[in-house]
C-alpha cells in the first residue's frame, strides 16, 4: 500500500476526531463499494461550520481523507464547504492510490449530509441560502 | 531499518539457508540441462531425481507419481483442468468448497465458460466441509471432487479421508490442495487417500516458483503444458533446477524438523492469542479451535477495520494481513470469511497473525503490547462504539 506521507500523517494524527454534543447537522454515510461507515458531526454559527469532528470505520484512506477533509471545511461558510470535493481533498493529501479514491468520497458526502440535515432543522436558514443561490 | 516481526508465514516463508546453499550450485556451476545426454548433464538430471524422490518421500507417494510445475496455483490448474478434460466422456461435474485459494476457486469458474458444472458446497462455523451435502451433490456425472487440506486464512483442516472414502464409493477422482500443509504436518496421500494433491515450496522455507503435483499412478488426466518429454510427458519446460533443488531440500528438512517445530509454533500461536484476548475486549477466534494449523491465528476485533489496524502495525514493523474489503485488490471482504457465517462488517476488523521458523516469544510478546493500544485509538475514532 503506497500511500503518502501526508495520508499517513493524517491517518496516525488525524485531526477533528470525535462527537459534537448537541450537534447542529450530522451526516451519517457508508461506502457501497467496501462498507464503510463515516458519521460527521457540524455546529454552525452565522452560516459558518465553528466545529467539525468525524468518527470512521474504515481503511487509512478513509480516516485521512476524513481527517483532512475537516480540516478544510472548518471555519469555512456553508456555501464554500458544499464547494469542497473530494478530487480536492485527495489533492490536498498529495493523491491516494487509484483504487482508494472511493474512500474519499466519504467524506465529501459525509459533510454534504452534514449540512443537509442542519438545514433540514433549520428551515428558516434553508430559505435563507436558497434565496442567495 | 530494524528486524521485522514477520507474522505472514501462510503467504511466504523466508527461504532456509541451508535451502538457499544446496541451490547456488545449480545457477552457474552446474547448470546443465538435465534432458542432455552427456554426463555433466546426468548429474543434473540425478540431483532432480533426488529431489524428486525427496518430495515423494514427505507426502508417502511414488516418485514418479510426482511432477514439478511452477508453484502451487499451477498444481491446481493442472489438477483441476486436467482431470475435467480427460474425463469429459464420463461427465461435467466437478465439486468443490466455498472456501478454497483463489487458484481453484477462479480454475472452477473459468471451467464453468467452458460447459463443466460446478457446485461450491458450505462450510459449517469453524470452517469444516459439510460431507453430508458433500455426499448428496455427487451425481453420476461428477468426475472430480477438490476440496483444500488447509485453509489459508483461518488455519482449519479438512476432513479429508473422511471425504476421499465418499469419492471412493461413488468412483470420484478427489484433489486437494495441500498447499497449507505439506511441509507443515504429515500428509500423506495413502492416508488421506487422495488421487491429486498440490504443494508449493515457498510456503514451508522452500523458494518461490516451485511446486508440485502429485498424480496417483492410474489417474486419467491430459498433460498441462505441452511441448518436450519432460516429466513423464505430463508438464513441459527445461526444469527449473535451482528451484527443483531447494524444493528437494525444503522437503529433506521439512520432514526431520516440522514435528518440533510444529510443537513450538503451536505454544507461540495461543500464546498471542491468549495475551490479546486478554487485553482487547470483543474479539472473535476464526477457524477451528483444534483442528487448525499450528502457524494460523485468525480474529475479528469488533468497529474496527483491518487496514487500519495492519498499517498501525506496520509502522511497529510487525507484518500481519487482513481479510478486510479495504485491504483486499478486489474491495470485497474475504470469501473464506463470510462462508464461515461471519458478518462483512465484522469480517471488516479480520487480521490474520500466521507464526512461523524465525519467531520469537519476544516477537509474540511485543504484538501483544503493541495492538491492545492500535485497537483502543481506532475504536475511539469509531462511529459503532467502543
Ligand atoms: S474505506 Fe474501504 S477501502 Fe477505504
Known amino acids: ?133 | 531499518m530494524s528486524r521485522v516481526i514477520y507474522l505472514d508465514h501462510n503467504a511466504t516463508t523466508p527461504t532456509d539457508t541451508r535451502v538457499v546453499e544446496a541451490m547456488g550450485t545449480y545457477f552457474n556451476e552446474q547448470y546443465a540441462n538435465p534432458s542432455s545426454i552427456y554426463k555433466f548433464a546426468q548429474e543434473a538430471n540425478e540431483a532432480k531425481e533426488i529431489a524428486r524422490d525427496k518430495v515423494a518421500q514427505i507426502i508417502g507417494a511414488k516418485p514418479n507419481e510426482i511432477v514439478f510445475t511452477s508453484g502451487g496455483t499451477e498444481a491446481d490448474n493442472f489438477a483441476i483442468k486436467g482431470v475435467a478434460f480427460a474425463n469429459r466422456n464420463k461427465g461435467n461435474h466437478i465439486i468443490t468448497s466455498k472456501i478454497e485459494h483463489p487458484a481453484v476457486l477462479n480454475t472452477c469458474k473459468w471451467l464453468e465458460k467452458q460447459g463443466f458444472e460446478i457446485t461450491y458446497i458450505g462450510v459449517d462455523k469453524y470452517g469444516i466441509v459439510d460431507l453430508d451435502e458433500l455426499a448428496s451433490t455427487i451425481t453420476d456425472k461428477t468426475i472430480l471432487i477438490t476440496i483444500m487440506h488447509a485453509n489459508n486464512e483461518i488455519g482449519t483442516i479438512e476432513p479429508i479421508s473422511e471425504m476421499t472414502k465418499i469419492a471412493k464409493q461413488k468412483g470420484v477422482y478427489f484433489h486437494t490442495d495441500a498447499v497449507q500443509t505439506v511441509g507443515k504436518i504429515t500428509t500423506d496421500v495413502n492416508e488421506l487417500g487422495v488421487d491429486l494433491l498440490s504443494l508449493s515450496g515457498h510456503k514451508f522455507y522452500g523458494p518461490k516458483g516451485i511446486g508440485a503435483i502429485y498424480i496417483r499412478k492410474g489417474t486419467k488426466i491430459d498433460s498441462f503444458i505441452h511441448g518436450g518429454h519432460h516429466e513423464y510427458n505430463r508438464r513441459a519446460g527445461t526444469e527449473n533446477m535451482p528451484g527443483i533443488v531447494g524444493l528437494g531440500k525444503a522437503c529433506e528438512i521439512a520432514i526431520k524438523e516440522r514435528e518440533t517445530d510444529e510443537k513450538r509454533i503451536k505454544i507461540l500461536r495461543d500464546r498471542l492469542y491468549n495475551g490479546i484476548a486478554a487485553a482487547i475486549p470483543d474479539i472473535i477466534l476464526n477457524g477451528h479451535p483444534k483442528h487448525r494449523i499450528a502457524g494460523t491465528l485468525n480474529i475479528c476485533v469488533k468497529y474496527v477495520e483491518g487496514e487500519s489496524m495492519l498499517l498501525n502495525l506496520d509502522l511497529e514493523g510487525i507484518a500481519a494481513s487482513s481479510g478486510s474489503a479495504c485491504a483486499s485488490g478486489s474491495l470485497e471482504p474475504s470469501h473464506v470469511l463470510l462462508a464461515i457465517g461471519v458478518a462483512p462488517e465484522l469480517a471488516h476488523g479480520s487480521l490474520r497473525f500466521s507464526m512461523g521458523h524465525n519467531n520469537t516469544e519476544a516477537d509474540i510478546d511485543r504484538v501483544i503490547e503493541v495492538l491492545p493500544p492500535i485497537v483502543k485509538k481506532l475504536r475511539a475514532m469509531s462511529p459503532f462504539g467502543k
Open chain 1, 1 to 133: 500500500m503506497a500511500y503518502s506521507d501526508k495520508v499517513m500523517d493524517h491517518f496516525m494524527h488525524p485531526r477533528n476526531v470525535g462527537k459534537i454534543e448537541n450537534p447542529d447537522g450530522v451526516g451519517k454515510v457508508g461506502n457501497p463499494v467496501c462498507g464503510d461507515v463515516m458519521a460527521i458531526y457540524i455546529k454552525v454559527k452565522d452560516n459558518i461550520i465553528v466545529d467539525i469532528k468525524f468518527e470512521t470505520f474504515g481503511c487509512g484512506a478513509a480516516i485521512a481523507t476524513s481527517s483532512m477533509a475537516t480540516e478544510l471545511v472548518k471555519g469555512k461558510s456553508i456555501e464554500e464547504a458544499l464547494k469542497i470535493s473530494n478530487t480536492v481533498v485527495a489533492e490536498k493529501l498529495d493523491g491516494l492510490p487509484a483504487n482508494k479514491l472511493h474512500c474519499s468520497l466519504l467524506a465529501e458526502q459525509g459533510i454534504k449530509a452534514a449540512i443537509e440535515d442542519y438545514k433540514l432543522r433549520s428551515p428558516n436558514v434553508k430559505a435563507q441560502s436558497s434565496k442567495r443561490e
